[in-house]
């Protein structure tokens, strides 16, 4: 336990995998003048690229955020993560580039950042966050999944997804591209308020009543031990990382803060003046405004059968501007 703010945080394997691709950090510091020059962070990602790929792209992100989160001078708490997130794609891609074997890798990330009172959730991948106060759980992020895109057009269920072939492509990762698409919302939080970040071999398995439950009857490490056990327990399918983040005691912010509560949309994230020098990457990825695909390949087998990836991608994205245009022609009516 860390004053203001009890967290801990448990990474495994899983039963199937044989390495494991995910990877967490902090910064909490004990010393309150600390932490209010450069606030506290929290980090969990979810490496894929093949074969030590997601490992090398997940640390890579960690280490290269907190990194920049302790030499940023930034004034407000969205712009320093937003800066680090940065920095750390940077690093990725300058990796990859110069690997040869690692240029699909990329890494999802979710992140919490705090200033007294004043909390940033910022997440890009399908890692989540979520929220809990007065015995009440919220999903704080949105999937970037092909598949939460099927289900958010209504093209098929919550149900189906859970189980949909496809529920491993996501669409929006570090390491995808030089400019990224990151989701910011912040909220005013007060003593007992907790927060969750895993990645999916833990919220697959593990209910949003289940997780509060285990934060209420227990310190963060224990907590964290405790789902990560149970999502084991349940299969342990892919690779589990659990961060519980448990507000203590809260003091006025010390950065510029927005509007309490405010949702912060979705930032673009490039690191101005980076050049890589080797050229760009070629991740053999479509990217674009409307369809940006990175597939899992440790978790997805290629088919030689069938239509290809990018053809499917192609199909869904054409059947939800069809739907788009019927809803904008049957709300004329």
């Not at 945080?9 to 199937?16: A, E, L, Q, W």
């Not at 240029?103 to 890009?124: F, L, N, Q």
């Amino acid at each position: 336990m860390t004053g203001m703010i009890d967290a801990g945080f448990v990474t495994d394997v899983g039963k199937v995998r044989s390495e494991n691709q995910d990877y967490a950090g902090l910064f909490n510091p004990t010393d309150p003048a600390e932490a209010g020059v450069r606030g506290r962070v929290f980090i969990v990602c979810d490496g894929m690229g093949g074969h030590h790929g997601g490992s090398i792209a997940s640390e890579l992100t960690v280490k290269g955020f907190l990194g920049a989160w302790n030499a940023a001078s930034h004034p407000a708490l969205e712009d320093r993560v937003n800066a680090s997130i940065g920095q750390a794609n940077l690093d990725v891609r300058a990796r990859a580039a110069t690997e040869p074997a690692l240029r699909s890798m990329g890494t999802t990330a979710v992140m919490i950042a705090v200033d007294g009172s004043h909390v940033v959730v910022a997440h890009i991948g399908d890692s989540r966050c979520y929220f809990f106060r007065g015995g009440r759980a919220e999903l704080l992020t949105r999937d970037h999944t092909y598949v939460n895109d099927l289900v958010e057009a209504g093209l098929i269920t919550p149900e189906k997804a859970k189980t949909h072939h496809e529920r491993n492509i996501i669409t929006r990762c570090v390491g995808m591209a030089d400019t990224l698409k990151v989701d910011f919302s912040s909220r005013t939080v007060q003593p007992g308020d907790a927060f969750l970040m895993c990645s999916d071999g833990l919220h697959n398995h593990v209910e949003p009543t289940e997780m509060q439950k285990a934060i209420a009857e227990s310190d963060a490490a224990t907590a964290a031990r405790a789902m990560v056990d149970l999502a084991n327990a349940r299969g342990g399918d892919d690779n589990i990382t659990c961060m519980v983040v448990k507000i203590q005691a809260v003091e006025p912010p010390k950065f510029a803060v927005p509007e309490a509560g405010q949702r912060l949309g979705t930032r673009l994230t490039p690191v101005p003046g980076a050049r890589r020098k080797s050229g760009p990457v070629d991740h053999g990825l479509e990217t674009g405004d409307d369809i940006t695909r990175m597939i899992d390949t440790s978790s997805i087998a290629k088919q030689s059968n069938g239509p290809s990836l990018l053809t499917k991608v192609a199909i869904g994205v054409a059947i939800l501007a069809v739907l788009a245009v019927v809803a904008k022609w049957m709300g004329r009516i």
